[in-house]
């Protein structure tokens, strides 16, 4: 009879979309925090260099071309699962600049000389406090800046899968192409 | 009766595990950190207030007042220099939110974002309780008559409660 199944239908209705909900919350993941620092200028810092401790590097040596800023420790296992892949993205023509995260030199270096080196260089952050500028909580992270200091992008995690490699592609790509933040092409 | 040989070994293998227990544990003294020290009592509070109003970005469910994580103890030490700096409260938030994001803050804040957050349970509370009063009025208005048994349906009933 008709009064009955509209008994039935709203309560199945509600059910429905309250599956949609739950739904679409399992494929967020909270735990990684947005960053407030897209889209706008990279933090200052001036850091000494891995394999040259007498020279600093600030942001504005690095102005010109799109960059990745991946910060990185001998002692983080994610970092490793992730460094095949960055290999492959220096490969491809990517400035890649390592931050050294609460890790120490001669670690550092080793673990390059072990596993390879995917990085232009690797700048050092001892004690954290740069990380902390940029909102580093869980490495492996890594940043995308564009030409002119602008942090495009961050990626949280190490970078394993071929999506988060179509990601961060995608990302570098649109850092290239968007010369002025907030530019209608997209 | 004097207890057996069995227990009596046991109670001594027992007595052996407890001391080692407790001396494998010692070593966890050396990571007992001293407390800051404070000139300015009023400082020290707030200090103490804002470790609990923000979170733990590793064990995102502690504050940093809780945590052991590593980087809760970097942000305990910016809090701590903010703090001795003379920065107030707000600039101290500010100077959080700016690198982590609102996600940083224990409780989310009260913006037009997480208005959905906080008064979403009391809209749930209050469409229910809604949909019930709604459906039942029929029933809270009407002055139902209680017809009185007939005769039959006495009968009946008393046969049933005798008959038990």
């Known amino acids: 009879m008709k009064a009955s199944a509209a008994r039935f239908i709203l309560p199945l209705a509600l059910f429905g979309s309250f599956i949609g909900l739950l739904a679409i919350g399992l494929k967020l993941d909270p735990s990684k925090v947005t960053s407030p620092l897209i889209e706008s200028t990279i933090p200052q810092f001036s850091l000494p260099v891995l394999s040259d401790p007498q020279r600093h590097v600030t942001p504005q040596d690095l102005k010109g071309k799109v960059w990745l800023l991946n910060v990185w420790a001998s002692w983080c296992a994610s970092c490793r699962a992730e460094h095949a892949n960055l290999i492959v993205l220096k490969k491809e023509g990517n400035q890649i600049v390592g931050l050294n995260y609460k890790d120490k030199d001669v670690a550092a270096k080793a673990w390059l000389k072990k596993w390879g080196d995917p990085y232009l260089m690797s700048i050092v952050d001892a004690n954290g406090l740069v990380g902390v500028d940029f909102g580093v909580y869980g490495i492996p992270e890594t940043f995308v800046i564009d030409a002119n200091g602008i942090i495009r992008d961050k990626f949280i995690g190490a970078i394993i899968s071929l999506a988060d490699m179509k990601r961060i592609r995608a990302s570098i790509y649109a850092a290239e192409h968007q010369r002025e933040v907030g530019s209608a092409s997209k | ?164």
Request: with cysteine; aromatic share 8%.
């Open chain 2, 1 to 164: 009766m004097r207890p057996n040989i069995k227990e009596r070994l046991a109670v001594q293998v027992n007595k052996l595990l407890l001391i080692m227990l407790i001396i494998i544990c010692l070593p966890m003294i050396g990571f007992a950190q001293a407390p800051p020290e404070f000139s300015d009592p009023q400082q020290e509070v707030r200090y103490w207030q804002l470790l609990t109003e923000l979170r733990c970005l590793v064990c995102q469910n502690q504050t940093l007042a809780d945590s052991g994580a590593d980087l809760a103890g970097d942000l305990r030490q910016e809090t701590l220099r903010l703090v001795r700096e003379g920065a107030t409260d707000e600039q101290i938030i500010d100077y959080m939110t700016a690198r982590y994001g609102d996600f940083i803050l224990y409780s989310p804040p009260f913006k037009a974002k997480t208005l959905l957050l906080w008064l979403g349970p009391l809209l749930g509370l209050f469409v229910v309780a809604t949909f019930i009063v709604l459906k039942n009025r029929r029933r809270f208005l009407a002055n139902e008559q209680i017809e009185p048994l007939t005769k039959y349906e006495r009968n009946l009933l008393d046969k049933h409660l005798l008959t038990d």
